[in-house]
């Protein structure tokens, strides 16, 4: 690849107000915890009778007696609360840390787990809101939309079609998974947004490697029913097979995307500073490390703190990196990230001076542990 002195300028996360821990389902859905294991999330992340296969599934094992997977806690939109809401104040923070004002930037690509209006995405809702004027347009990718709307911003910028483009990105699973259903026990919301033009002659993307993930796309699927009240409502389903899709395509996404933007860059894996990984489950950090043969302490886990916000979770992981202090200018770092249905892409990238937006919450342990325990959501300050 040819290397261009573009990448990202800025960062910021937007969470919405209500946060659940464990004991919120233990007290209102005590018998869905007694019967965990027969229900959607406990079938998802399971061995369905197997024995252990491959890294994936050997590092889910010491979860699979905790019924909520190792999730601590999540973030959850209030009725008061929209994605809209969360989308425009993760703009205005990573305008802000760029010192940039909304008229400095002329393309807006979002990307949204899932849309606001089903049927359409949000780039025209959201530039509406913000009175922005110039390009706006979707990225769909599903939880791996965040490298791929990085790659897209970077090809047009490196094109000198448009200077500063403004990446957005949004998910409110809250809004398509109840809560009584055992599914959204490791699911969050939340937006994140950064800002992508020209860096340092030295700095930027170096190489970058996408796949699509069709081998994903029966993992989940949108399905209308009925509310109590009889009201049409859209709902995100789990297929039957998300088990075994999960833990067969696990190794070879990674595998393929992290190698081949290692070699597209130019560079080898023993070069690399620090690792982002998109973190959807408590064990991934440490089945990414495991596969590519790293110390785990060149990477960031924080599911503890954040639990799933599908895309979102590149956004958050690269801005606590940064905050802090596993990351800092020049360093090289390789992010990957992957979705059903969608892509999975890994870009390595010279890390610039990227200014961060207000905190998204007041603390974050920086020695935090790959493990999960019931009290370990009583252990944190805010």
Not at 89 to 113: G, N, P, Q
Request: include cysteine; charged fraction near 20%.
């Amino acid at each position: 690849m040819a290397q261009h002195a573009v990448g990202i300028r800025s960062l910021a996360v937007s969470l919405p107000s209500i946060r659940h821990n464990n004991d919120y389902y233990r007290e209102k859905y005590p018998e869905l915890v007694a019967q965990a294991e027969q229900k959607s999330l406990g079938k998802w992340f399971s061995l369905d009778g197997s024995i252990p296969r491959n890294e994936f599934d050997l590092e889910m094992v010491p979860y699979l007696s905790d019924p909520f997977r190792g999730t601590v806690q999540r973030w959850v939109l209030s009725t008061k609360e929209s994605p809209l809401m969360l989308q425009c104040r993760a703009v205005k923070d990573t305008l802000a840390a760029a010192k940039l004002s909304l008229e400095d930037v002329d393309l807006m690509l979002v990307a949204s787990v899932w849309p606001e209006q089903i049927g359409f995405g949000d780039a025209a809702f959201l530039a509406r809101e913000l009175g922005f004027q110039g390009a706006a347009w979707n990225i769909d990718a599903s939880c791996g939309s965040t490298l791929i709307a990085l790659q897209t911003a970077y090809a047009l910028v490196s094109a000198e079609q448009y200077h500063k483009v403004l990446v957005v990105i949004s998910c409110s699973y809250s809004h398509f998974v109840p809560e009584h259903d055992t599914a959204s026990w490791f699911l969050s919301d939340g937006a994140g947004a950064f800002v992508v033009s020209k860096l340092e002659s030295n700095q930027g993307i170096l190489g970058i490697k996408t796949v699509h993930a069709g081998a994903l796309c029966d993992l989940i699927y949108p399905a209308i029913v009925k509310d109590i009240h009889g009201n049409l409502q859209v709902r995100m389903q789990v297929s039957k097979d998300a088990n075994r899709l999960t833990r067969e395509t696990a190794v070879e996404f990674l595998r393929t995307c992290c190698e081949g933007a290692i070699n597209a860059a130019g560079v080898t894996l023993e070069q690399i500073d620090f690792f982002i990984f998109n973190t959807p489950t408590a064990w991934f950090a440490r089945f990414c490390t495991s596969v590519l043969g790293i110390n785990p302490e060149r990477t960031i886990d924080l599911y503890s703190q954040y639990a799933n916000i599908g895309p979102v979770l590149t956004v958050v992981n690269m801005y606590h990196a940064v905050q802090l202090g596993k990351i800092g200018e020049n360093d090289l770092v390789l992010v990957y990230g992957f979705g059903a249905a969608g892509a999975a892409s890994a870009s390595v990238m010279r890390w610039g001076k990227v200014a961060l937006g207000s905190a998204p919450i007041h603390k974050i342990e920086s020695d935090l542990a790959v493990t999960s325990s019931r009290d370990r959501s009583k252990a944190f300050s805010f």
